[in-house]
């Protein structure tokens, strides 16, 4: 946490209210969002007991297992889970556009991608586990299940999976993606609670944000969001209903469980809509668009190999896809680090207060600076800014700027109150820069070491040259009957 | 000192720990208020719920019936599913174990009974593998004893004890949740310690009770169990660093008000008399730390909040924070810092500075924005 950050929850304190971390919204709200609160039988692995799901706040659906030990009702669940999700995700694959590459062929991209919002990330790690139980069924064979059980087991993973990458917004926990644009006045282990978080963002009329997070802690009157439930609903609420169906499956059975845990979903449903609402009324930050494009294109590569029959993701990935996965989301928080400071003056910010970057007023220009003699001869402009950052930069850093994003510039002296900057890169081969590219004396202007340079994938090999020091070539998915029949208790 | 401890908590026995009590020790060392009311053996749930800040924890019957089948099915037929599980993870070529079901004795012998069968595995050099089933040992916390009644099996093997803890939280594909995994380790290290304190009692080597525990889980999604070794050195030693603390709660116990006490002034019924408020100051007298960690592993910690918001402290927001803000101990004091409403102190010149600098660089960034107000 920066201190920039830590100011902000003081001050949410004492104005009772949250405060803006952001001046602009980082993550991509979708016009069509699927909201999904899953809930879980407490003590079992992922025993699911209920969930609400849908893409209209005004009428979601919701999904029960009556008895959650049961497993043929988990798998009737699954498979009534799939009738909503699949008919959402896949309809994005209608319509694509054709995006044209340099030096490669052009390939189709979906138009738009589905986007999976949860109340918080237990509920993310929850799908997580519910696409692990279900992804290795098949329809066939000794332990058949319904054909789309697998089908959404796949999107389940992929969906969890997404959410661990950085920047991506195909899948959205709640409270990270407020806590993201709000500083609240309680600690991070409490902005946990969607309830609690929102009673500080967007506190009913008369309350503080203090009063609303201390209502929100009331299980009766907001019960928590899932996955987990309320220990206290469980043992009065839950556990009599569940005995009575034990003791007579009927319609009435089934529905007072269905009442008991409709009562806990629905906060929780309406709150995670809210949060939707507040965070697409924040304007979007310059790179949100490319980075939903690259969703997209994850979405459309994952779309296509399930359509071509690929077998479901690994247990666990082998020594190379791990490694390289792991570089991709390296790439990819450094990638978003600097994209939301370029974006957002309140994130640059933060590095200007720890001296990794700086704004000021330009006090001089040399825009005709060149180095080198005769065809070497290059375009250099020395521009000279007055700044009260305390700028920690060493001559010879390579810098970045908001204000003119094709242009690379190196710190040449930094002295007092003022930064010299040279610039190196994105000046044309003219002898004199065109009109606007060096900044003019007065201009205010912004530059940081914090760059999202493109950087070249890791060189891993070949998964089937893993050396031996890594385990070796890992042995190729074949699906087993075992696998398909896998206990689910 | 004893009776100076038996006066704060009025009365009424000291409440025995449990190892999760115990391993919950090590959570927050700084706090006084915890160390002295844990040492003195006080019943902080009812103390807690007096006062009017009811701990937030509550356990699902849902989980506790199946923490309770899981262990009876790993330990049925004398723990047959988990020799099977030991041959893995210890490789062990022994074809067959001994079980004793130490709690065959009745209660109050337990613990008598597991001393002598720990003193006579320890003196016989044979090789055979025995479980030991519901032992109950004996740990000192500060001048007084608690007694342990593990859900684990002692297991030895060749002149050495294993600890068996068994958990229902899943391992799947191999992994599972690190913080339930580190509690566990937590716990285990309690029981490695009162077993090493029993050999020695005994006059054998404590080292014989190995630091290596075994964990067992469901694997998966199913109710097949898993076993994996865990190395809890780690543990071990944070929580003999703070049960030495511990016994030195002496002087924290000295600098309080001679006549202050933490009785509950309970009636013939069991049921607290003693007036909230009086009971709430009584607390209030000794300095606590509060963290929001405290939440998941202190009953008082509802309280502590309420009191760390009634001054305003900062400790509220979390470490993070307080890190960031270099020890200021209040929210206002911080924002007048921030504000320049307030000279810095001595040695807060550098936070000073930092946090009117971050105030000044939120102002210019936000300055477009204050029209929409605060959102």
């Known amino acids: 946490m920066s201190a920039l950050a830590a100011l902000a929850r003081l001050r949410a304190v004492r104005e009772g209210r949250a405060q803006r971390l952001t001046t602009v919204r980082h993550c991509h709200v979708s016009d069509r969002p699927m909201v999904f609160v899953p809930f879980q039988l407490a003590g079992e692995a992922a025993a699911p007991l209920a969930a609400m799901v849908g893409t209209d706040p005004g009428s979601p659906r919701l999904l029960v297992v009556p008895q959650p030990r049961d497993r043929d009702l988990r798998f009737a669940f699954a498979a009534e889970l799939a009738e909503v999700v699949l008919p959402y995700v896949e309809g994005f694959g209608k319509v694509t556009e054709t995006v044209e590459r340099r030096n490669a062929d052009p390939y189709e991209r979906c138009l738009d991608a589905p986007q999976l919002v949860l109340p918080n990330r237990q509920g993310v790690a929850f799908t997580g586990l519910l696409g692990r139980s279900t992804r290795f069924r098949r329809p066939d064979g000794p332990f058949p299940v319904h054909p789309s059980v697998p089908v959404l087991g796949r999107w389940l993973t992929f969906f969890a999976e997404r959410a661990s990458y950085p920047g991506s917004s195909l899948t959205l926990a709640a409270t990270d993606a407020l806590a993201m644009h709000w500083a609240s006045g309680q600690s991070d282990l409490e902005d946990a609670n969607l309830a609690a978080l929102m009673g500080w963002i967007d506190p009913p009329p008369g309350r503080t944000g203090l009063q609303a997070a201390e209502e929100a802690e009331d299980p009766l009157l907001w019960p928590p969001a899932g996955p987990a439930t309320d220990p206290g609903f469980d043992n009065e609420v839950l556990a009599p209903a569940i005995e009575a169906y034990a003791e007579a499956p009927t319609a009435a059975a089934v529905e007072r469980i269905r009442q008991a845990v409709r009562s806990q979903a629905e906060p929780a449903w309406r709150l995670t809509w809210r949060a939707l609402e507040l965070l697409r009324a924040l304007p979007a930050g310059g790179s949100v668009a490319q980075r939903w494009d690259y969703d997209r294109g994850a979405f459309t590569d994952f779309l296509t190999r399930t359509a071509e029959g690929a077998p479901p993701q690994a247990r666990r990935d082998g020594a190379v896809s791990a490694a390289a996965r792991l570089a991709r989301m390296e790439r990819a928080r450094a990638s978003f680090d600097a994209q939301r400071a370029y974006d957002d003056p309140l994130v640059m910010a933060e590095y200007r207060l720890t001296g990794e970057a700086f704004a000021g007023n330009v006090v001089a220009t040399e825009p005709e600076h060149t180095e080198g003699e005769g065809r070497s001869r290059k375009l250099r402009p020395l521009v000279t800014v007055a700044t009260a950052d305390p700028v920690r930069l060493a001559p010879g850093t390579t810098l970045g700027t908001p204000d003119r994003r094709g242009q690379e510039a190196e710190v040449v002296e930094v002295e007092g109150g003022t930064v010299t900057i040279k610039i190196t890169k994105g000046m044309g081969r003219g002898k004199t820069p065109a009109p606007g590219a060096v900044p003019e004396v007065g201009e205010r202007v912004c530059y940081t070491s914090v760059t999202d340079d493109f950087q070249a994938a890791a060189a891993l090999p070949e998964p089937e040259m893993t050396p031996w020091t890594h385990g070796g070539p890992p042995p190729e998915y074949v699906p087993t009957d075992e696998d398909a029949g896998e206990e689910w208790s | ?375």
Do not use: W
Request: net charge negative; glycine share 6%; with cysteine.
């Open chain 2, 1 to 375: 000192m004893k009776d100076r401890l038996d006066a704060l908590r009025g009365p009424v026995p000291p409440l025995a720990h449990d190892a999760r009590a115990i391993a919950a020790l090590a959570a927050n060392p700084g706090c006084a208020r915890r160390a002295v009311l844990d040492a003195a053996g006080v019943d902080k749930e009812l103390t807690a719920r007096h006062v009017g800040f009811p701990a937030p924890f509550g356990r699902s019957r849902f989980a506790i019936t199946r923490g309770d089948a899981f262990e009876a099915q790993v330990k049925e037929s004398g723990c047959a599913e988990l020799l099977r599980l030991l041959r893995e993870v210890l490789h062990l070529p022994i074809p067959e174990v001994a079980y004793h079901d130490v709690s065959d004795v009745g209660a109050h012998l337990r613990h008598s009974h597991t001393r002598r069968l720990i003193d006579r595995a320890a003196r016989d050099d044979g090789d055979a593998g025995t479980f030991y089933d519901h032992p109950l040992f004996a740990l000192e916390i500060a001048g007084h004893t608690s007694y342990l009644e593990p859900d684990v099996i002692a297991f030895r093997l060749g002149g050495r004890f294993h600890v068996v803890e068994i958990k229902s939280f899943p391992v799947i594909d191999g992994q599972a949740d690190p913080v339930k995994v580190a509690a566990a380790a937590r716990q285990a290290a309690v029981y490695v310690l009162a077993l090493r304190e029993l050999l020695r009692e005994l006059g054998h080597d404590p080292m014989r009770a190995s630091h290596e525990v075994v964990l067992v889980c469901p694997e998966n999604f199913a109710n097949k169990p898993v076993a994996a070794l865990l190395d809890v050195r780690r543990e071990l030693a944070v929580l003999r660093r703070q049960l030495a603390r511990m016994a030195r709660v002496e002087d924290l116990v000295a600098s309080l008000p001679e006549e202050l006490t933490f009785d509950l002034a309970r009636d013939a019924s069991g049921i607290p008399t003693r007036p909230a408020a009086e009971l709430a100051d009584a607390l209030g007298a000794v300095a606590a730390r509060y963290a929001p960690e405290c939440m998941s592993a202190c009953d008082l910690c509802f309280f502590c909040r309420d009191e760390a918001r009634a001054c305003g402290s900062t400790d509220l927001l979390g470490r993070h924070v307080r890190d960031q803000l270099g020890g200021v101990a209040t929210v206002s004091e911080a924002l007048a810092l921030a504000e320049g409403a307030r000279e810095p102190a001595d040695g807060q010149d550098e936070i000073a500075r930092l946090l009117r600098y971050a105030g000044e660089l939120r102002a210019e960034c936000l300055e477009g924005l204050e029209l929409e107000g605060a959102r």
